[in-house]
């Protein structure tokens, strides 16, 4: 049985339909991506994941229990914790106190602030800046942080990479299997099609609402990705 | 000279008094981006709520006003779970249709069980005594008041910087959303925030009670100096509701010492040219 998966999922924007009976699933320890072009449906299905865009209760199963629909801060009590598109750090908070908000879901556990900070060392000298002050690397940084202070069982990651200069992509990128060490499973959204396959085990693409091509990482073939991109998966 | 002096230290004490109208209403202006109509209505129930206690129970001064806070806590976060959090979304209207419905709702209210007949509460000795230095004479009661509205903003400043709960409220400010995300139960922080405004409506009405008279239909004006000290001191910042207060206070104080027909007038005009000149307010844009 996976530990989190999707059976179905239909979402709405009002009137607009943004997933079409999607199915994906993440097992225990393993780390998924999502690829896709603008407009897909990723961000989208991470929020229906997390319960930040209503879906059918029996469209969505975490660790054997139907939670779609479930609001935010229930799935993250349960375990899935995000780091959102966009990270959205709170700007007046700082460092430190962005970190500690990812306590609030009350889940207690191995990652702590020293923990974090060992993570993303760069982050140290920073504790006592505020959010807004932060480089774009930094700050995805501390959104990663923040979402595992909520010591998670699945990690959903939107745009890992997005704006990042190379350099601070591979730092980030290089806390990955460390946290998955930690037994955390991680869904990436990442726009970046080679990372987003060097890191994961198992891929997504999606177009328009739907899943048009999957399979395990390392055996999907690029150009096969990219005709999906335009519509034209095998 | 000295009667100058005099109308100015007066309208700084009177300063703190009106910090504590605008601190409620900035907060819950900050975290849900909505204007709470009712909110000097509800300073004016804090009155008459101190006046139930005080003079129709009969209850000691300090009880009475101890009694009225966490029943203001209670009422507030109870219309905040009942109400208010229904109309929040992207829509601008419904709070403030349903806050100005709370509003009406008090002032009837009011009027049917305590008539249309001023009331102000005596708190006995310490209203008469006052402080002499020199020429310069400064009632007791006044520099009470003054003490509470600074202690109650510098506990607020406190409870938001230093204690879990100021934490999230802050990151609720930034982004309710996101707050969500992290586990926080914004309905609750919610009814909270608006517990602790109305806590400090209570303050400023207990305070208002003997400091002043006070009608049930006492509110709007309530309400439009914690608006005029908001926009002056800066929105978001919980000194500046303090600076914003005594701004309003010492220009209303000078405008009735030229002319007592000009008292209030000077206080419109201190809030125009304030925002006229520095519309971000004069803590605004700044982080503590
Ligand atoms: N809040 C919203 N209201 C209405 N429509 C939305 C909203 N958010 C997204 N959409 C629409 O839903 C569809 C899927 O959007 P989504 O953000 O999930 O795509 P995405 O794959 O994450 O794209 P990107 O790579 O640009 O982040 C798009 O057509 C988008 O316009
Ligand atoms: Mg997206």
Not at chain 1, 40 to 54: S, Y
Request: hydrophobic residues 50%; aromatic residues 8%; contains cysteine.
């Amino acid at each position: 049985m996976s530990l989190l998966s999707t059976h179905g999922l239909d979402a709405f924007y009002g009137d607009f339909q943004a997933l079409y009976g999607v199915n994906v699933a993440l097992e225990e320890g393993q780390c998924v991506a999502l690829i896709g072009p603008n407009g897909a449906g990723k961000t989208t299905l991470l929020r229906a994941l997390m319960g930040w865009v209503p879906v059918a209760e029996g469209m969505v199963l975490f660790d054997g229990h139907q939670i779609g629909g479930a609001s935010p801060d229930r799935t993250v009590a349960m375990g899935i914790a995000s780091v959102p598109e966009g990270r959205r750090l709170f700007p007046s908070l700082t460092v430190d106190e962005n970190l500690i908000m990812g306590r609030e879901s009350g889940r207690r556990g191995a990652w702590t602030l020293d923990g974090i900070y060992d993570l993303f060392p760069s982050l140290r000298g920073r504790r006592g800046h505020l959010g807004s002050g932060l480089s774009g690397g930094q700050q995805q940084m501390v959104a990663i942080g923040r979402a595992l202070m909520a010591n998670p069982r699945v990690l959903l990651v939107d745009e890992l990479s997005l704006g990042l200069a190379p350099t601070v992509v591979n730092d980030i990128a290089r806390a990955l299997p460390r946290i998955r060490e930690t037994g955390v499973s991680i869904m990436l959204v990442e726009q970046d099609v080679r990372r987003a396959l060097s890191l994961s085990d198992y891929a997504y693409c999606i177009l328009e609402g739907r899943i048009n091509l999957q399979g395990p990482s390392g055996e999907l073939e690029f150009g096969d990705i990219e005709k999906s991109f335009f519509g034209e998966a095998a | 000279m000295t009667e100058l002096l005099n109308s100015i230290i007066q309208g700084i004490l009177i300063g703190g008094l009106y910090a504590l109208f605008a601190a409620g209403l900035s907060l819950v202006f900050g975290i849900m981006r909505i204007v709470n109509l009712a909110h000097g209505d509800l300073i004016v129930a804090g009155s008459f709520l101190m006046y139930s206690a005080a003079s129709v129970l009969g209850l000691p001064i300090w009880v009475a006003a101890l009694l009225v806070l966490p029943v203001m806590a209670l009422l507030g976060y109870g219309l905040q779970r009942s109400l208010i959090n229904h109309t929040i979304g992207t829509n601008v209207l419904p709070p403030l249709l349903v806050t100005f419905g709370i509003s009406i709702i008090l002032q009837n209210g009011l009027l049917q069980l305590f008539t249309a007949d001023n009331r102000k509460l005596d708190f006995g000795a310490i209203e008469v005594m006052s402080l002499k230095a020199g020429p310069i004479s400064v009632g007791w009661y006044a520099i009470l008041v003054f003490a509470v509205s600074v202690a109650t903003i510098w506990g607020l400043q406190v409870l938001s910087f230093h204690t879990r709960l100021g934490r999230v409220l802050r990151a609720t400010t930034d982004d309710p959303e996101v707050a969500r995300v992290m586990g926080v139960r914004t309905e609750h922080v919610f009814g909270i925030a608006m517990a602790i405004a109305l806590v400090i409506c209570g303050i400023a009405g207990v305070l208002l009670s003997a400091w002043t008279s006070f009608t049930p239909l006492s509110g709007p004006s309530r309400l439009l100096i914690a608006f005029e000290v908001v926009v002056i001191g800066g929105l978001g910042s919980i000194w500046g509701t303090l600076i914003g207060g005594v701004v309003l206070g010492v220009a209303q104080a000078l405008g009735g010492y030229f002319d007592p027909a000009w008292q209030t007038l000077a206080g419109h005009i201190s809030f125009i040219a304030i925002l006229a000149l520095r519309p971000q307010g004069i803590m605004g844009g700044r982080r503590q």
